[in-house]
Structure formats: structure tokens, C-alpha cells
């Protein structure tokens, strides 16, 4: 048993856990083993890749285990991965198995491992829609983007959402989603207060439910309504019960581009400076303007830094707030329809929100 520690892409703070690791030379590709409560196996495939050559192969299967509160406290899950890597014919076969934690905190995690003959493996969910693989080893580094492996010729469209609290809320939570050939699917973000949330549903009759267990929050029920104007749109609204209330967002969401390097998320025909207005739980304001030196990126402005995520659209970054000169964590997404960016921060836990403007 060997100690090592989840590192979240998002900011989320899991802690840390323990993991196994066998190494094994199978002569194929191993199969999960079944495992009560466990969830689907998802295949992931990608290409080895040295300095822009294809040098090998790397396959992954993911298997999601569930293991219901039955009342009593919070569900937890694990993973377990299986996979197999192919380098100058020969085949290297692992198994990985995390710890337990929160249904929902394993989005976003990374895992580093030593593998043996050499090779050190680094697998990183990338929000559930994609693991990234680095291996080091005999020669030297090589990457992977390991994609959900799928019929020939879906089509796959990924949206940016807003998710604004209904009622007196104060919290602006977002998402990112992808259409798999307009039959499933697939979100994650964070809600309105902070809580992440994550699931996929098949698409039916224009209308996608999403349906899962998520941190403290309880169950997240939602129907996403898919709209053939605009892009097309993506409306709906996203219901949650942290407590004895049902709390809503309305969720609207439209089609995002990721960039080619060194293009931005957004649009900077009419400049780089971007205009933030931030909301504080009680309603007051204040402003910022930040510049980006880089096309996705803002470190050079005093008081405010933030990133953009090319391949998903999601903001994370942090301001410093003049009246209390405290710093504020900013989570959010960009949006490309309108050249800007929502998202929200937490105050003395209750939860603020930000808008990003940049010249259309």
C-alpha cells in the first residue's frame, strides 16, 4: 500500500489517500474485475506521442465504484483502472485503485505512480471527459490524450454554461458539457454554492436529464432542454437539496470552441484588457480591470490573477478584495457567445459572483 496525494484540477480540496499499484505483462489488455456496486467500465484510447512522432499506444479502462450511504452519511466512491501501454512491441500492463471519497470529489483528480522497468506514469481526469497521460521512461517523455473510446464518426459538441441561483441566491455557478452525437450527455461543474456536480444522460425527445450524487449536496436532478436556435442553446434548470430546501439554477449554456495555440478562448480583436464586476454575498460591488499578457492568462495585473483552460473554457483565478484586502478564489467559465465570463467566489462561506466582460 503506498501513500500519495490527489492533486485537483479545479481547486477542490479532497486531501490525500492510498492507492495500490501491481505491475503485471499480460499479453493483452487487462478486464476490470467486477466489484460490488460497481458502475459501467468506460474505455479511454490515445496515441503515444514524442516531440509530435507517434511512438506507441495507451488504453485505460475505468471503472467507477459506488458504494451507497443507505441513509447514513454520504455515498463514497473509488476507481479502478486497468490499463495497458505499447512501446517498441512490447506491452506493459498496471492496475490502479484508489481510496474512497465522496461521490463526486474524484472529478479532476491526478494520479502519479511509479510503474517499474523505469517508466513513471501520471494519469489526470480531466474533468471526466477526457484523462491526459504522461510517461516517463527509457528515452524519454511521451504524452497521451486519451479520449472516450466511441463509434466511428460521433460527433462530439462542447458547451460552456452559467448557472444562476434562482430566487434571493447570490451564487453564479457554471459547467462544462459535451453533446456525443446529439444522444448523451455529459456535465460537469460546479453549483451555485460552490458544490461540484458531475453525471450523463442520454438525450431524448430534446430533453436530457442529469441525474447524480455530488459532494454535501445530496442528489443533483436536473433536465437540460436543448433549443435548435442560437447555436443550438442549451436551457434548463438544475435542482438541488443541500438541506431540508430544494434549492434551482437555471442553467443556459452555448457551444465552445477550444482555441489553437496560441488563438484565446476569447476574442481579442478589440484589445486585451478585461473588465470583472464582482457581486458580494450582501450585494455590494466593486470592479477590476485585468490585462491579458498572455492569451489565456492574466499575472501581470496587481491584485488579480487568472487562467483560462484552453480545451474546456473554465476560469480559475483569484482577486484581492479592496475592502477587506482579503483574497477571493474565482471559479467560473468563459462564455464565447458574448466575449465574456461568469462564475462566483466564496465570502465567509456564502457565495459571491463575478462577470467578465471583453470588447466584442
Not at 5 to 34: A, C, E, F, H, R
Not at 165 to 184: I, K, N, P, Q, R
Not at 228 to 240: K, N
Request: one cysteine or more; glycine letters at 16%; a neutral charge.
Amino acid at each position: 500500500m503506498d501513500q500519495f496525494i490527489y492533486v485537483v484540477s479545479d481547486g477542490m480540496d479532497v486531501g490525500t489517500g492510498q492507492v495500490t499499484v501491481t505491475n503485471t505483462t499480460p499479453s493483452s489488455s487487462p478486464s476490470p474485475s467486477p466489484s460490488p456496486g460497481g458502475g459501467s467500465p468506460d474505455i479511454y484510447t490515445g496515441t503515444l506521442m514524442s516531440s509530435g512522432t507517434a511512438v506507441g499506444t495507451l488504453q485505460i479502462t475505468v471503472t467507477t465504484v459506488t458504494n451507497q450511504a443507505n441513509g447514513k452519511g454520504t455515498a463514497k466512491e473509488s476507481l479502478s483502472i486497468t490499463g495497458v501501454f505499447a512501446y517498441q512491441g512490447a506491452r506493459n500492463g498496471f492496475v490502479v485503485n484508489s481510496g474512497k471519497f465522496q461521490a463526486g470529489a474524484l472529478n479532476g483528480i491526478t494520479l502519479t505512480k511509479m510503474l517499474g522497468h523505469g517508466w513513471n506514469l501520471t494519469l489526470k481526469d480531466d474533468f471526466d471527459l477526457q484523462w491526459l497521460a504522461t510517461l516517463t521512461g527509457p528515452g524519454g517523455s511521451y504524452s497521451s490524450v486519451l479520449e472516450p473510446q466511441t463509434a466511428s464518426g460521433v460527433v462530439h459538441q462542447s458547451y460552456t454554461a452559467s448557472l444562476v441561483e434562482s430566487g434571493t441566491g447570490s451564487g453564479t455557478g457554471y459547467a462544462f458539457l459535451v453533446l456525443d452525437d446529439a444522444t448523451t450527455l455529459r456535465a460537469t461543474g460546479k453549483l451555485p454554492d460552490g458544490t461540484p456536480f458531475t453525471g450523463s444522460a442520454g438525450i431524448g425527445a430534446g430533453q436530457g436529464a442529469i441525474s447524480s450524487l455530488s459532494g454535501t449536496a445530496g442528489n443533483v436532478l436536473g433536465t437540460i432542454q436543448i433549443s435548435a436556435s442560437a447555436g443550438p442553446m442549451l436551457t434548463g434548470t438544475v435542482s438541488w437539496k443541500p438541506g431540508a430546501n430544494t434549492m434551482q439554477a437555471q442553467l443556459t449554456a452555448s457551444p465552445y470552441t477550444m482555441p489553437k495555440a496560441p488563438q484565446s478562448a476569447l476574442s481579442l480583436k478589440h484589445g486585451r484588457v478585461c473588465d470583472f464586476v464582482f457581486t458580494r454575498p450582501g450585494g455590494t460591488t466593486f470592479e477590476k480591470k485585468a490585462v491579458l499578457n498572455d492569451p489565456n492568462a492574466c499575472s501581470g495585473t496587481p491584485g488579480i490573477e487568472f487562467v483560462i483552460i484552453p480545451r474546456t473554457g473554465l476560469l480559475m483565478g483569484g482577486v484581492i478584495d479592496p475592502k477587506t484586502n482579503r483574497l477571493l478564489v474565482l471559479q467560473g467559465a468563459v462564455m464565447q457567445q458574448t466575449n465574456g465570463g461568469v462564475g462566483y467566489f466564496m465570502e465567509g462561506g456564502v457565495p459571491g459572483r463575478f462577470t467578465l466582460s471583453l470588447g466584442k
